[in-house]
């Protein structure tokens, strides 16, 4: 028997998106674990975008018009937290984006923040909360995240790097109900972000 769903799956924005290479810092260094090169300008020219970002476990992200929570304070964060359980107000941005490390094996190995590690729902839980009616938040992991609650998918993709192919990741938009909140337009939109 098929239960039905109070949301319509039909309408999930699906594909697989293939990038080139990995992203590099602006003296040129790489990040164990950054967003491919040109991931970041794909989802603003998908328009999955916000004006206040919060980036939930961002490592190196070179966007400084952001808060960024990261629980090790080398990679330069706005906030040393432990992204399941942030200060961050409730309902006070408009777009999370969450890339936390896919296994605890990899946590320990990448990063030595295992005793940080769970898997992708936990911070699905923190980006619920502080995300506004109608904001999006974007996840990239192995996992597609349970359906977060009070919010709906509108996209689930997977992403791959050659020549990393057997590393297929999930990336996966979902809107918290609400009237969606549209970015404002920038003149230049190449100016808000090097990446
Ligand atoms: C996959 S990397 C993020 C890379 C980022 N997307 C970039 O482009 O640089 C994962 C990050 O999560 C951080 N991290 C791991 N567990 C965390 C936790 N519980 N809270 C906050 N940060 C955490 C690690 O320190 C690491 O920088």
């Not at 490592?59 to 432990?82: A, C, F, K, L, Y």
């Amino acid at each position: 028997m098929s239960r039905k769903r109070d949301w319509d799956a039909s309408e999930v924005y699906r594909t697989t998106k293939c990038f080139g290479s990995w992203s590099r810092n602006k003296d040129g260094t790489h990040y164990n674990g950054a967003f491919p090169a040109g991931f970041m300008k794909w989802i603003r020219t998908m328009e999955w975008w916000g004006d206040e970002r919060v980036y939930l476990c961002a490592g190196m992200i070179e966007d400084p018009q952001s808060i960024r929570i990261d629980i090790r304070p080398e990679v330069n964060p706005t906030h040393t937290e432990d992204a399941r359980h942030t200060s961050l107000g409730d309902e006070s941005a408009d777009w999370v984006m969450l890339d936390p490390p896919y296994s605890k094996q990899l946590a320990k190995d990448m990063y030595d923040t295992e005793k940080y590690y769970s898997g992708i729902n936990g911070f699905a839980k923190e980006a619920a909360r502080i995300v506004k009616p109608g904001g999006l938040i974007l996840t990239l992991t192995y996992e597609i995240p349970k359906r977060i609650p009070g919010c709906d998918f509108i996209a689930v993709c997977g992403v791959y790097t050659v020549p990393m192919t057997g590393y297929m990741r999930c990336f996966t938009v979902s809107r918290k109900t609400g009237e969606p909140i549209e970015p404002k337009r920038t003149a230049n939109p190449q100016e808000v972000l090097s990446f």
